[in-house]
């Protein structure tokens, strides 16, 4: 076979094979060199030093095509075996290629095949091996004058002793890398042909084009260049001739027509024109393109660093075999492509053979997403592949496109993907190359992806890219005002950066006048627009894709109910009562916003929505549903809510069952959780954020009674989950629906529980002043047995701030109040709160015998949660007493009760806990006695009512003193 053409005289050792032992005996091996480009072997000093059998050479041509990176032992087994299923002595087998490549290398300078899991890593100058020396006097070859790239292009093709990898074992090596190797020789010769026909050495032209035509018949790069060397000849006729055999091989081959360059040319020469067209100019370039396609480094870029650095370390490669894609997905304007891009700069150096990027649009708004085949047709023309040569379809473009990039170390960034569909026929199929694509969706079908999705940036993250985008002077001028803006963009990037926009060209602005405009409920969306981008326009791709796709119309309608309701998150109960749905339909739907990237599932079975794309859905909400619709949506949540509350109140053995009783009897929606206690303790704490937002929402309108409902059903719960800190906000929203419906009772039931809340918090005298209105309230409405309760409060109240007297007098009035109304409940729970008080006046006797009368009580009306209250008042009662054994008992009794029940975090358990201490302590069990009160302290600090310093505090007394939380309720 001719190669680079001239003849080639191969060594008398080549064709004779290598030496046995693959070592040149008796020769000092330093300078050596490696032979890619015909039969593989090391040489020095222009001889063979092996390897001596083909399975080795198939080995050592991974690891030097891999030179300096892993190569997996899974891949150096495909080099060998190709598709065929490896032996089981494979691994053996590479092993002991390996062991006789070092052998080789053995006395190498410069050189080293390490071991490093998951395979071995050969390191090693470029230039010592052929291939690399080869492609890199091609690259000066491109950029160098005609003469001297001639020249380079000769001494390139020089290199070249026989086909590439001629002598490696199967078929896969040669199909896979080989050929890829051929393509770029012809490449290389093709060129060097074009520059002696452009420098007037067309006989040489003709000299050596005719074989390569006869190898290649259906390239049509060597039949233009024979034709301009006839015409340049003087032999119109023949170079007529030539067009014509080449077109009519084309045609009854691959039923195509020659390309416009071969056309054009034939033109010419019939119309005899006296210059030929350049065929470096006419024809695609033949050098081996690099393209850098990369959009410019993102300016300002912040947060995202351990992203960052998971895609950062798989692009890098481990050597496994396995083409590495990275896949970033997350919601519109949450910088998935500066992310990408920002990487793909980052590891382009590690991509030599070039960086390919396509915008696929696939949620661009008002563009339509850009089709396979087109993003197909852009790769190869960056590859060198002529507009003619491009293929229209799709399957075959994609072909052409993975034959390419085979054993080419190429990055492809595939920015904005619409799905599966679009991406699927971009991958390229070698090792060598690896993906980065961003789209909303998380595209799952990729098994072997790295996924990384994003969410919104931390506080401090987007603090710092404000810092960035304005200047760190500005931003610390009003931190303050910075971060509420961070919060009222959702920690968005795109919101960011049009909120610093807004700023930048504002500069007598505040930062705080931007916050505040932010702040307006509808405000947000139309305030972050700037020039072409908007938070809003991001949205609406997203929406539009959603309205189109496979849920259509019923996940377009979840999404803008979803935006009705200001809940940070929610289950499928709720999304079933906002929808109208069975919950099952709902959590299919939720899962389809999820993969659509308009809502989050955050933790198993609770979803939420950002707030910015909650404005959004509330805008698609108003603009496409009708008013009593939307209402009626809101008021089914509110019933799941009230319902779910009521169910917990019973299942729980609340005080104040008579609670349940208000609002409408019959609800359009069931409970939201299963009727466990566990699990209703659990959807207290998870939904109480989520309770207040829909009173805030509702306090001032038609559904303010369901408001009143829900807040006074949910107050006693979380009273007993210790949950004190949500009970004034709770108390003041109720408060406000109160003055909406206008109705007496319930802004004495609101006066009530928001003057309770006050005390648990510390505040006696507005506690004394609500609960005292509270009580004139009932009184004006008459016979209502709630003021049993306000009486008894007021009593706490009272004895919280030493005047004993007149708690006894509240508390006994309470007494005979609920005594009178049959409630024994109430009169188990005053007798506990009244013995407290006697407590505090040193009538130790009196205190145990209410608390012994008030358990009995409670029992008996089957209140537990209150038997245990007044079971660990009782042991306080007896610690007082100085009888610390029956004390101890009682302490140990509640604990026991409360751990059965699931309680063990609530703050009943930090008050027991407390007391037992107390009277360890006293008997001389101090190490216990801390551990008790360092328990205590912990459930206090979780529950917000003690601080951090407070803890300490306590955790590192000898004798702590009782928290001011505990004194004021003992």
């Not at 020396?133 to 091609?138: K, Y």
């Not at 399957?395 to 993975?402: D, M």
């Not at 937002?693 to 989950?721: D, K, M, Q, V, W």
């Not at 706490?796 to 009035?813: F, M, N, P, T, V």
Request: charged share 25%; glycine share 8%.
């Amino acid at each position: 076979m001719r190669y680079v053409g001239r003849v080639i005289k191969q060594p008398e050792e080549l064709l004779n094979g290598f030496a046995p032992e693959g070592v040149v005996r008796g020769k000092a091996v330093d300078e050596v060199e490696f032979r890619l480009l015909g039969p593989v072997g090391v040489w020095s000093g222009g001889e063979p030093l092996g390897p001596a059998t083909a399975q080795q050479r198939s080995v050592l041509t991974m690891l030097l095509i891999e030179a300096g990176r892993v190569v997996s032992v899974d891949r150096l087994e495909l080099a060998v075996w190709g598709q065929e299923t490896p032996p089981a002595t494979a691994r053996n087998t590479i092993q002991g290629c390996v062991s006789q490549i070092r052998r080789i290398l053995s006395g190498a300078t410069g050189i080293s095949l390490a071991t490093v899991p998951p395979g071995y890593r050969l390191d090693v100058d470029p230039m010592k091996v052929d291939l690399f020396r080869f492609r890199d006097l091609v690259r000066q070859a491109a950029t160098a004058d005609l003469t001297e790239a001639r020249d380079l292009l000769g001494r390139a093709l020089d290199l070249w002793s026989g086909p590439a990898l001629a002598d490696v074992a199967g078929l896969w090596l040669h199909g896979a890398i080989g050929a890829v190797l051929e393509e770029e020789r012809l490449a290389a010769m093709e060129e060097r042909l074009a520059i002696s026909l452009r420098t007037g050495r067309h006989r040489e032209v003709l000299a050596e084009v005719p074989m390569l035509m006869s190898e290649h018949p259906l390239r049509e790069r060597p039949a233009y260049l024979m034709m301009a060397a006839l015409h340049q000849d003087g032999r119109r006729a023949a170079a007529l001739e030539v067009f014509r055999e080449v077109r009519e091989l084309l045609v009854e081959e691959l039923g195509i027509e020659p390309g416009d360059a071969l056309q054009d040319l034939h033109r010419r020469i019939l119309q005899a024109e006296a210059a030929v067209v350049d065929p470096a100019a006419a024809m695609t370039p033949v050098t081996v393109p690099v393209p850098a396609e990369l959009p410019a480094r993102p300016g300002k870029f912040a947060g995202r660093v351990e992203e960052f650095a998971s895609a950062h370390e798989l692009l890098r490669g481990d050597g496994s075999g396995v083409m590495k894609i990275c896949q970033i997905s997350g919601i519109g304007g949450i910088g998935k492509s500066s992310l990408a891009i920002h990487v793909a700069h980052a590891v382009a150096e590690l991509f030599p053979d070039g960086q390919l990027y396509v915008d696929l649009h696939g949620s661009t708004p008002q563009m339509e997403p850009i089709e396979p085949i087109e993003a197909l047709g852009r790769f190869l023309r960056s590859l060198g592949v002529a507009d003619s040569a491009v293929p229209t379809d799709a399957e075959e473009a994609a072909g052409r496109f993975r034959s390419l990039v085979h054993g080419k170390r190429m990055l492809i960034v595939l920015d904005n993907a619409r799905d599966t569909a679009q991406v699927r026929l971009l991958l390229p199929g070698s090792p060598t190359c690896a993906v980065l694509i961003t789209s909303r969706r998380r595209l799952t079908s990729f098994e072997d992806a790295l996924q990384i999705p994003l969410d919104v940036l931390a506080v401090e993250e987007g603090l710092a890219l404000l810092s960035d985008l304005l200047g760190a002077d500005r931003i610390a001028g009003d931190r303050i005002a910075a971060a509420e803006i961070v919060r009222l963009c959702g920690g968005l990037p795109l919101a960011l950066c049009l909120a610093a926009a807004r700023l930048s060209t504002r500069p007598s602005w505040p930062v705080a006048e931007l916050a505040e405009r932010l702040a307006a409920d509808q405000g947000g969306l139309d305030v972050l627009e700037a020039d072409d981008r908007a938070v809003r326009a991001s949205f609406e791709g997203s929406y539009r894709d959603l309205r189109e796709g496979r849920h259509g119309p019923a996940a377009a309608r979840m999404f803008r109910l979803l935006g009705l309701i200001d809940v940070a998150d929610l289950g499928p109960p709720v999304a079933a009562a906002l929808a109208d749905l069975p919950v099952e339909q709902a959590r299919d739907l939720l899962d389809h916003l999820v993969d659509a990237q308009l809502v989050q599932n955050h933790t198993r079975d609770r979803y939420r929505l950002h707030d910015l794309l909650r404005l959004y859905a509330r805008e698609r909400a108003i603009a496409e549903e009708p008013e009593p619709v939307r209402q009626e949506a809101v008021r089914r949540v509110m019933h799941c809510y009230l319902e779910t509350a009521r169910r917990a109140t019973g299942l729980l053995k609340v005080r104040g069952s008579w609670r349940v009783d208000l609002g409408p009897q019959s609800l359009s929606r069931p409970a939201a959780v299963p009727e466990t206690a566990e699990q209703m303790q659990e959807w207290v704490t998870t939904e109480e954020d989520n309770v207040l937002a829909l009173i805030a929402r509702t306090a001032r309108t038609s559904a303010a009674g369901l408001a009143i409902a829900l807040a006074a059903t949910f107050a006693p719960l979380l009273f007993e989950r210790g949950r004190w800190l949500k009970l004034l906000p709770l108390g003041e929203l109720g408060l406000r629906a109160a003055e909406h419906t206008q109705d007496p009772l319930h802004q004495a039931l609101i006066c009530g529980d928001l003057g309770w809340a006050r005390f648990c918090l510390g505040d006696t005298n507005g506690a004394i002043t609500h609960l005292h209105r509270a009580l004139e309230g009932y009184r004006r409405i008459g016979g209502h047995h709630r003021e049993a309760a306000v009486l008894d409060h007021i009593g706490i109240a009272y004895r919280s701030i030493g005047r004993l007297d007149e708690a006894i007098e509240h508390q006994l009035r309470a007494l005979r109040l609920a005594r009178a109304n049959g409630d024994r409940w109430q009169e188990g729970a005053n007798l506990s709160n009244l013995g407290l008080t006697y407590q505090h006046a040193g009538r130790i006797s009196a205190a145990i015998d209410a608390h012994t009368r008030s358990i009995a009580l409670l029992e008996e009306a089957g209140a537990a949660a209150d038997g245990v209250t007044a079971l660990g008042n009782l042991a306080e009662a007896y610690r007082l007493g100085g009888e610390y054994e029956q004390a101890m008992a009682c302490h140990r009794r509640a604990l026991r009760t409360l751990r059965d029940n699931g309680q063990s975090d609530d703050y009943r358990t930090a008050e027991i806990s407390w007391g037992l201490g107390l009277a360890l302590h006293e008997t001389g069990e101090a190490a216990e006695a801390r551990r008790h009160w360092r328990a205590s302290a912990a459930i206090l600090h979780a529950l917000g009512l003690i601080t951090a310093e407070d803890r300490r505090a306590i955790d590192t007394s000898a004798l702590p003193a009782t928290p001011e939380v505990i004194r004021r309720h003992t």
